[in-house]
DNA sequence: CATGAATGAGACTTCATTCAT
DNA sequence: TATGAATGAAGTCTCATTCAT
């Protein structure tokens, strides 16, 4: 999930917004963000297809037409929105990542990471894991190659650790990353549909991590 | 996942449909099986809002007018669909699980169960994982009961292991089911968008099984 | 103006439509003749621009959606209107012309086939020399290769007629081609905006042939 | 097309705008000139409807909303636009018409100067002859009556001719003003949209005028 | 039972125009 | 005067559903 390959969607629009954030904020700098952030509750609560886009401008409190001047399309509005989001997930991939030593360290870094992105955002847990699935072409063109870069920098996390001899070494990387992954999902996705308590995302970040790492021990 | 909350959404066209099944097989009860097998394969192509009911029409070939003979709705044939697939899990589950006798054995059952009935059905794969999430209503008023019956169901071998003995009690048996299912979704998701090798979610099952058991044991 | 040429241009309606109509008509195969006689009508009161489809709809006495059953857009509406009617002029010309032996005989009867076509038919007179420039996509991608394979028949005629010795050779054929039509469209254009007399074309036709034979003797 | 009905259409705007313009030129009374001019490009590049009120503001190098401190609407630009450029045409007339003796030396003044006005402005002769038809609200309303005008001033010509035994006496006046017009506007028509060779106009006055006249001695 | 032509509600998007700065 | 971000009305087109045959 490199740098470039995030950067490779920018649309005339986006483009435009650097340009404009570049030379300063203007009078509303902050309405992209609004829209953003009005469109994470509603696309939440309703769907992606069922959600107009006049529901987001009146929940962001704009005109329908300002929607379209600062994202191209409906779709663009979510890329936008996951990119967004995913971003703070890579940065903070690439800062932390390397500071750990162990694979369990690692690994339970990831698994912190994922859920915490999501404690206390409950609407975002619930368009990361459910709405974005909502768009076929959005997640074959888009959200494929960006999810395969992630599992495969799980998958490295596994496998060096089987090359050290830390973890046991008659599994497959790829599946660990893959099961690792559908099950933050899945308790991301439950927790967005049931009640989402304070702190529960925490408790089941160490549980899991616990479990993890002891079906993983050699 | 009792029978009666299978049972609570049953539309006009279903309820006729199975008193038709229960009198035996009529001349064309195939088409009903027709459309929805024409379902499976442009949903899985397509998703659910990017269809037409007229695809699926010609997919089947029948007219598009003959849908609605035997569904109530487009939203009724994702959910018959759903069903249908559903109850052969269900059936499964009803028979198989009291024949085994320690939670481990009953866990391996429930993944090798639920992975194998994707296995060889690509498009009910991703109808399932990623399709039927497509539908906020239908996710919320009728996937999130059967899913949580579904998710019970596997808390409790988890909690009766945990009484026993033979698990770890420091673990939440929902959390454990919830990453449980997680992780099988995420493998059938990443094998249902990728290469769907032959005979790999076999061996998927076999490995996950064993770094869960690995997790848990005591 | 080549019968390929014509047929060029066949979006995925229209060949649908032929493949209608060659087989047999149906239930109300004469609906597309019905919007397309509609949109004569409503396109020469108010404009392509200004007409909106539902318009269209309205005159035609058919739903909105019902005139997207025969035509592509709104646009491939008033292309098949021009081709519809062009047909007839080039058929016209296809059958008449090689009857007449001299130059003055073809360039009368060019000039009475082309008015006599708008005669009686003040709203096709409309759109053809009015409506049809409003599309600058349409007047340069479709209607400039058709323009330009009527000036160039009017263009040989008026050529023959120099090598034979029947019209005066120091003017451009093609700047009588492009003048005689200039003077054609002006009149139906001015006939279609004031008061259309009845049979004031016709007597149009003979006085402009007239003049242009007069002007072009040798 | 007298001067009372040119100033028959006057907005608010185009009122300030004379008051400016007889008061000497103000810092920023090019711009109005500068807005025009941009507006032919554009117009005669896309159509009227096809261009967009931002487009002509960014040819012209201004903001959107200035464009609306000169002209009421962007149908007001357009007619601005046609006016001005008529207005050239008008002057003419009066002033060199009466000099002329003879229906010949009118004639002949008149296709000149009409081909003559277009000659090196193919933008221009583009905006008169197709762009200026498509906003139907202006050919009726506005276009009509200076149109008439104008071919009663040809007509005129034609049947003062007649009286005098210079012109054939069996066309009538009108069909020739409006055949006169039409070939003009053909001629124009295909110059703006083919090849506009330099000097090709004046080469076509020539001829035009030759074979009109041989056309129409008695 | 089956058909498929017809319907029409409703969504996305554009763009002329305004107005606070 | 000049700006250009914001507005919101309005139009094209799609497609689930119906119903006459």
Redesign the interface.
């Known amino acids: 999930m490199s740098e470039s390959s995030l950067s490779a969607r920018k649309s005339a629009k986006s483009r435009r917004d650097e340009a404009r954030r570049a030379a300063g904020p203007r009078r509303s700098g902050d309405k992209r963000e609004r829209i953003l952030s009005a469109a994470v509750r509603v696309f939440a609560r ?2 992606f ?2 959600t107009r886009v006049s529901d987001i401008a009146k929940a962001a409190g704009v005109a329908d037409g300002t929607i379209y001047l600062y994202f191209d399309s409906k779709e663009d509005l979510l890329v936008s929105l996951f990119e967004d989001r995913v971003d703070r997930l890579l940065s903070y991939m690439r800062e932390e990542l390397p500071k750990k030593k162990t694979a369990a360290d690692r690994l339970e870094a990831v698994i912190e990471m994922q859920l915490g992105l999501l404690e206390g955002e409950r609407d975002l847990a619930e368009v990361v894991t ?1 709405i974005v ?5 959005l ?2 063109e888009y959200a ?1 190659p960006h999810f395969s870069a992630y ?1 495969d920098a799980i998958a490295r996390i596994v496998s060096d650790g089987q090359k050290s001899g830390e973890l046991r070494a ?3 990387p790829h ?2 990353a ?10 991301a ?2 927790w967005a ?1 049931g009640r989402a308590e304070e702190g529960g995302l925490k ?2 970040a160490r ?2 991590s ?8 050699p």
Chains 1, 2, 3, 4 share one sequence.
């Open positions: 309703s769907g297809f069922a459910v699935r909502q768009s076929t072409r997640m074959k494929a599992l008659d599994v497959s599946l660990v893959r099961a690792t992954f559908g099950a933050l999902d899945g308790i996705l439950t549909l408790r089941a549980q899991l616990s479990i993890l790492l002891a079906g993983l021990a």
